[in-house]
């Protein structure tokens, strides 16, 4: 058998263990990971039905504090619904909602980029002239106002947070698309006669996937975040879904009387978020050298 | 140079135009015209037709959309559906109140987030750093509405040391020249309510500035960590200058110029995120109001404060590319 060269590793090999010896970038994954697993076992996990309303448990506090028990371990809202079967299901939708949107955004962003990269001239411009508009609404406006219209639903939000990110992933393609097909091995592909969409597909995006993969998970942070913050506003998931944004929004009326019930999904959000953030830093690090500080 | 910023202010005109075009038929072309969504579901036909005509809305949409831009363009934003207010009157006064706090917040990023980036990238891989770096991670991460009704709770609620909501005090006179509440106060100079409105200003802006610091704080730290690893910088140290003179006189300026860019970048961030706060803490300003509009289905509002802020929001970025060309001799114009 020929002796292993170092050389003959693949390079993702490479890349992944330095993302594993990078330690909170492995954070951020167990975080992501918990989070997942929340959210595909939140019935088997959460002890109570998150929209059951008890009206006999009201306002209970956490378990460690005085008057809670273990019945509720972080308390009930003022309908009596417990708080923790509320979190654990909020994360499935948190984590959907990330999912749809950024997945939208991922396709139609790579497509848009892909092919004003690649055809480049006038095509080029007018689509980059397009992204720019987009990207002339301030952050999260342009969501508010989409959800305005289509009318307030976790599914409108989700495709105007998929608006909203089409951009970056286009702008992202754009870029390395037009550093690519510079080089010899999309001539040669041209040469033997491949068609355009297998080349731009099959030939050029492959190699862009490391740009791709590390705006794609922080994507899914911002669009946590974002859909937490549209569903605040009354725009996002309605009465009675458990989502976190929305959770907080019904807590403000009760600040004065029961802080617990906006402590906790607040600090779900604030975990989801980091974890994909911790990860996105951690592979920007491993996959994107040229990032590198 | 001229005809660089030349270029850039022609391009405006396409984007502004876009940005109108998008606006404009995202409200027609939606399911359900304005009629309908502000009258409700249960309006009459009469009632309907009667809306229709005085909005305009009977006309095709080319038309309607004609109308609208020769309304822009002589600067006449339209009325509010509800109140019946002129959209311009409500802008100039609500608008001074969220430059008041976004400019806030901004220098309390500014201030923050380069002192942390400095002292980070001076001392790369202290405690401090990894401290400071995973703070502004969490920064970059955290749902501000949130963080805000945090600080109600501890700063307001418990302790009691700060106004929970609102610009001023009921009851502290303050006679609004400009409405930006605190140069009326220093102008009238009435120190009872400058203290107020200073009160009042504290928690929003530090919530508001929450993202953007972290943001600068993280760009201030990479951009320095590069600047030091260069030989000038190692030729300033090997001279024998101290290490105060490296890096406020030799390195922080070329450092600098990436991180202005960033600043110029986070207005977007503090715009859009003026919504959510100023929605938390009562604060009267443009997001609040386009809030309200939203939950009122006040489409005017919608639609014109929407071109505003993002026209306004066009024209800092333009002054910021052209501020970066300003700075950076490196950059090479075409």
């Known amino acids: ?293 | 140079m001229a005809a660089y910023i030349l270029r850039r202010i022609l391009i405006l005109i396409p984007t502004l135009l876009g940005v109108s075009i998008i606006i404009f038929f995202m409200l027609h072309l939606t399911p359900g015209d304005p009629a309908e969504l502000l009258l409700g579901e249960r309006a009459s036909d009469e009632a309907l037709k009667n809306l229709r005509e005085h909005l305009g809305l009977n006309k095709p949409l080319y038309v309607q959309y004609g109308l609208f831009l020769k309304r822009l363009v002589t600067l006449d934003l339209g009325e509010t559906i509800w109140t019946r207010q002129k959209v311009w009157v409500e802008i100039r006064q609500r608008f001074p109140a969220t430059i008041e706090l976004s400019v806030t917040a901004l220098m309390i990023s500014c201030t923050l987030g380069m002192i942390f980036g400095i002292i980070s990238a001076t001392k790369q891989y202290s405690a401090f750093d990894y401290l400071s770096m995973l703070g502004a991670l969490a920064g970059v991460s955290m749902p501000i509405f949130w963080l805000g009704l945090v600080f109600m709770l501890i700063f307001s609620v418990n302790l009691g040391w700060l106004p929970i909501s609102g610009r001023l005090s009921v009851g502290v006179d303050l006679e609004v020249v400009t409405n930006f509440y605190i140069l009326d106060a220093v102008i009238t100079k009435n120190g009872p309510a400058l203290r107020d409105a200073l009160w009042h200003l504290i928690m929003p802006a530090f919530t508001l500035s929450t993202i953007p610091t972290a943001i600068v704080a993280r760009m201030t730290r990479s951009s320095m960590l590069e600047v030091l690893r260069q030989d000038y910088i190692k030729t300033a140290k090997a001279k024998g200058l101290s290490q105060f003179k490296v890096i406020f006189k030799h390195a922080l300026r070329n450092a600098l110029i990436p991180v202005v860019t960033t600043i110029g970048l986070q207005f977007g961030v503090l715009l859009g995120g003026a919504i959510l706060t100023e929605t938390i803490f009562a604060w009267p300003g443009v997001g609040k109001w386009m809030y309200d509009a939203v939950m009122q289905r006040d489409y005017m509002v919608i639609q014109n404060g929407t071109l505003f802020i993002a026209g306004l929001f066009v024209i800092i970025n333009l002054g910021v590319d052209v501020l970066y060309a300003l700075i950076n001799p490196r950059i090479s114009i075409k």
Request: glycine fraction near 8%.
């Open chain 1, 1 to 293: 058998m020929a002796q292993k060269h170092p050389e003959d590793r693949h390079p993702m090999l490479d890349q992944l263990s330095q993302l594993w010896r990078n330690r909170t970038a492995v954070a951020g994954l167990v975080v992501i990971i918990v989070f997942i697993l929340c959210g595909i076992f939140a019935p088997a996990l959460s002890p109570h039905d998150p929209i059951d309303v008890a009206l006999y448990d009201q306002l209970k506090p956490p378990a460690w504090s005085e008057g809670g028990s273990t019945k509720n371990i972080l308390g009930t809202d003022d309908l009596g619904r417990d708080i923790l079967s509320r979190i654990i299901y909020g994360a499935r939708v948190s984590l959907l909602v990330a999912l749809v949107s950024v997945g939208l955004a991922f396709c139609f962003g790579t497509i848009i980029g892909s092919i004003s990269g690649y055809y480049k001239g006038r095509l080029d411009d007018i689509v980059m002239r397009g992204i720019d508009i987009i990207l002339s609404f301030p952050y999260i406006l342009l969501a508010i106002v989409v959800v305005a219209y289509l009318g307030p639903s976790l599914q409108n939000a989700m495709l105007a947070i998929a608006i909203t990110y089409v951009p970056r992933f286009a702008r992202i393609v754009r870029a390395s698309v037009l550093e690519e097909s510079e080089k010899d091995y999309v001539m040669a592909a041209r040469a033997i006669g491949a068609r355009d969409l297998r080349i731009i597909f099959v030939a050029i995006l492959p190699n862009c996937m490391g740009p791709l993969i590390v705006q794609t998970t922080l994507s899914f942070a911002s669009a946590i975040l974002d859909a937490a913050a549209l569903s605040f506003l009354g725009l996002g998931a309605q009465p009675p879904t458990p989502e976190w944004g929305a959770d907080i929004a019904r807590s403000r009326a009760l600040i004065l009387r029961a802080s617990w019930v906006m402590t906790f999904p607040g600090l779900a959000i604030l975990g989801a978020v980091l974890g994909f953030n911790l990860l996105g830093d951690g592979l920007r690090d491993a996959l994107d050298p040229r990032l590198r500080d």
